[in-house]
């Protein structure tokens, strides 16, 4: 399988995109404007310590002072004691005996401001990597709760053997469960490195200055998207090849290689046609190239994908129409899950199939596919009703999340009222106002549609409104109103 990893960069916004021999499987998203502070480390200085409140304010360098509660100062835990674990043997200490004004602190944003609050903060460090999490204040190795207990023994064994007598506490994530000993590796000497440029800053530049940035997106192609099959990293932008080449050279050598800087003439992203693929994968249904479509709907609780065989008859009977539509669909499902970046529950309806042997061979080819998705996946078999329930885990805001937002007509429904509807509303909104009020003249304000219906089809029914009610009633079409919308307005 070849990969190539295409990089368009702008100031306003980063975007990757993960091409699979030719077409495009995976994209992500970074906007400037959008970047939190969760993660950065900086050299704090406390500007204020407020003993009632049994907190301190932190100057971190930002507009607002940063805020630190005596539950995020961090203590050494007893041996063998995780991070975090409620600790009964000694009452805990007020926070003015623990820190006061003008004290310099390494502290870390847990939490990023909102409105007129500023960020909150840590004094317990944490480096995330691609599989592993360092704590260098601490010298606990554990293993995340979400892998199941009977490996988790083994894991952390593995785990600390591999660290060694060096020091510092590490937490495998659940990506790193299946990962290899060079793999861990790797990541261990990485975050061990971003550590020691953190110590060294600390030394060297002034309080409230930033010590340490959470990766953006360009470094984390190279930490967590580069893998042995990846061919090329190209990037359209000279600045940020550079930087991210002396990046790679320093922390992930093997990717660094890969990457290259695209002088070409046309946008780097039209050599795949990327953004026809992001817009096609934006509406609800997917064409399959043997005729047959998906529809996938997007709701709070879960996704649902629909497989219909539309005009593919090219079979020899209909069973085999069924069958070979479904295997498309397996692919293609498998592909727009990891280019929406759904998550969560995720309902297939497949077409049903009478031949045990055909579902068979549709449900291994649907978990055949979901083995090439970097994110963890769990499809079960068919229910009793022939759906396939599968998860998906949620690693960030969903294609369409990221880039759309509810529409200003239908509110997000997906569906707006008829013209017809909307008119007969209006016709009984007139009659309940005019048993109210008693105006010269009703005005009608609504969208040239629902005025056109009026002027036309539903005439002779505002004639005989008017007529009843003994007011006029008169027209005004309004473009900017939606379909739903109107106003009845007493002259």
Same mark, same amino acid.
């Given at each position: ?44 200085? *406390? ?25 995020? *100062? ?66 606990? *190795? ?28 590490? /937490? ?15 990541? /261990? ?78 946008? /780097? ?92 061979? *549709? ?127 007493? /002259?």
């Amino acid at each position: 399988m070849q990969e190539d990893i295409l990089i368009n960069w702008a100031p306003q916004e980063t975007r990757v995109a993960i091409v699979e021999n030719g077409v495009l499987q995976e994209l992500h998203v970074e906007r400037t404007l959008e970047r939190g502070l969760v993660g950065n480390v900086y050299l704090g200085k *406390v500007a204020r310590v407020l003993p009632g409140m049994q907190s301190a304010f932190i100057d971190i360098g930002l507009e607002r002072a940063a805020f630190l509660h005596v539950a995020d *100062v961090w203590h050494r835990q007893p041996d063998g004691e995780p991070p975090g674990a409620v600790r009964n043997t000694q009452p805990q200490v007020p926070i003015e005996k623990q820190v006061f004004e003008g004290q310099t602190l390494l502290v870390q944003v847990i939490k990023d401001p909102i409105g007129s609050k500023g960020a909150r903060l840590s004094t317990q460090i944490s480096i995330a990597g691609r599989m592993l999490v360092f704590l260098p204040q601490d010298d606990h *190795v554990g293993v995340s709760q979400k892998i199941p207990s009977a490996q988790r023994d083994e894991l952390r064994a593995r785990l600390g053997r591999l660290i060694g007598p060096t020091g510092g506490g590490f /937490i495998l994530r659940t990506n790193g469960e299946d990962a290899s000993d060079a793999e861990l590796s790797e990541d /261990i000497g990485y975050l061990r490195k971003s550590w020691a440029r953190i110590k060294e800053a600390s030394l060297r530049l002034p309080p409230s200055s930033l010590l340490h940035q959470d990766l953006n997106l360009l470094q984390r192609v190279l930490r967590d998207l580069v893998g042995e099959g990846t061919q090329t990293i190209r990037v359209d932008s000279r600045e940020q090849f550079d930087a991210l080449q002396g990046f790679g050279l320093e922390f992930m050598p093997a990717a660094a290689a890969k990457l290259q800087h695209y002088q070409g003439e046309r946008p /780097i992203f039209d050599l795949y046609a990327i953004d026809e693929e992001i817009a096609r994968a934006l509406g609800r249904r997917v064409e399959l190239k043997s005729g047959g479509y998906l529809i996938v709907d997007q709701t709070e609780a879960l996704t649902t994908v629909d497989v219909n065989t539309g005009g593919f008859v090219g079979a020899r009977n209909f069973d085999d129409t069924i069958f070979k539509t479904n295997l498309e669909a397996a692919k293609a499902i498998a592909r727009q899950l990891r280019l929406r970046n759904l998550g969560g529950i995720i309902i297939v309806d497949f077409i049903d199939m009478v031949r045990e042997d055909h579902r068979d061979a *549709v449900l291994a080819e649907f978990r055949k596919q979901l083995t090439r998705d970097r994110v963890k996946t769990m499809a079960a078999g068919f229910s009793q009703l022939g759906l396939v329930e599968m998860t998906r885990k949620r690693t960030r805001e969903s294609l369409a999340h990221m880039l759309c937002e509810p529409c200003a007509s239908c509110q997000g429904k997906g569906s707006v009222k008829t013209a017809r509807s909307v008119a007969y509303d209006i016709l009984r909104e007139i009659l309940r106002e005019a048993r109210q009020f008693n105006p010269r003249e009703f005005r009608v304000v609504a969208s040239p549609k629902v005025i056109e219906l009026f002027l036309d089809e539903e005439s002779q029914h505002l004639a005989g409104l008017s007529e009843f009610i003994g007011k006029p009633v008169s027209l005004q079409s309004e473009t900017a109103m939606g379909q739903e919308q109107y106003d009845i307005v007493l /002259i």
